[in-house]
């Protein structure tokens, strides 16, 4: 389908920066849809609750003020991800706030409550919702979501198991909304053939951990440089959730990556802790499969100036090949 009309002439590429829990703040979602991707973060990471105010007065004052100051350049809209799980009792709060201020595009996860939905559409906000199966996807369709984040096999932190070839042909089969996809995308080739396989936007995570604007721990970073596809272990261990992460980071705090209990489910906690004394995010760290190309930490400027050289060559050898 066409782009929604907030995404029309504002992007520079077809990328979202995804949510990353505990690291994007203002300075990589500012810097990001100052590079024309659309730039995002967890509500939760503004801490305590009266900060999310500042953070979204912050976003929308640059990001105005750069657009009047550059009418010549792409700037990207951003968005807010709305985790909607029982143990999240801020959530309505901060949906009061995106509403107050108007955020653009609303990213939620786990379940798709109707009332986040009601609330964003009330000013004309989208609502993109993350799923790993059809099941979940039509529930959200249901509720009355803008776009479904497809989130396949090989993608960091909470992820499917499905490959993106499966999932994307089955959603579009009934869905006529928005698709984006996720799923080991680190450079611009992969952006290209997101597309090329049939989502309208690409959704991008770990490349920007390893950027000089994330909110990151440097050894974070530099395992990302350090790392490739084979250094990342699914499993359920660290939240009740299947997700990947960085093997090195599991055997730093004490635990064999290659020979992890199952979670105990009675015991889930989606924000960090899990079942061992290790947390999740903070200590564990999360990461797609992509990571390969990682091979150092760059501003998100260059970054998305490299995804846009790769992206771009790509479209061209595609085109000179069906000439």
Not at 83 to 92: E, G, T, V, Y
Not at 191 to 199: D, E, F, K, N, R
Request: hydrophobic share 45%.
């Amino acid at each position: 389908m066409a782009l929604p009309e907030v995404l029309q002439n504002n992007l520079r590429i077809p990328v979202i920066g995804s949510p990353l829990f505990l690291v994007s703040g203002p300075e990589l979602v500012i810097a990001q849809c100052k590079a024309g991707i659309v730039g995002s973060f967890p509500a939760l990471n503004a801490r305590p609750a009266a900060v999310l105010d500042e953070w979204l007065t912050r976003i929308t004052t640059e990001l105005n003020e750069y657009k009047l100051a550059n009418p010549d350049k792409y700037v990207a809209p951003f968005a807010v991800n709305q985790i909607c799980h029982a143990s999240n009792d801020r959530l309505m709060d901060d949906m009061a706030m995106c509403v107050k201020h108007k955020v653009p595009i609303i990213i939620t996860s786990l379940r798709p409550p109707a009332e986040v939905v009601e609330a964003a559409h009330s000013y004309g906000g989208l609502v993109f919702h993350d799923v790993i199966n059809v099941k979940h996807a039509k529930k959200a369709a249901e509720q009355g979501v803008d776009g479904l984040i497809l989130v396949c096999a090989g993608a960091g932190g909470h992820a499917g198991a499905l490959s993106p070839f499966a999932l994307v042909r089955e959603v579009k089969e009934w869905f006529d909304g928005t698709i984006l996809l996720s799923g080991s995308i680190g450079d611009g080739y992969c952006v290209a053939s997101a597309l090329a396989m049939g989502a309208d936007l690409a959704y991008i995570g770990s490349r920007f951990i390893a950027t000089e604007e994330a909110n990151a721990d440097q050894g974070y970073k530099d395992m990302l440089v350090e790392s490739v596809a084979d250094d990342i272990v699914y499993s359920s261990l660290f939240t009740g959730v299947d997700g990947n992460y960085l093997k090195p980071s599991i055997a730093k705090a004490g635990m064999d990556p290659d020979n992890l209990p199952d979670a105990d489910k009675s015991s889930m906690n989606f924000g960090s802790g899990g079942n061992t004394k290790s947390k999740a995010w903070k200590d564990i760290w999360g990461s797609g499969q992509g990571i390969g190309g990682i091979k150092d930490v760059q501003s998100v400027e260059n970054v998305v100036a490299e995804m846009e050289r790769d992206y771009r060559a790509s479209i061209d050898s595609l085109v000179a090949r069906a000439s």
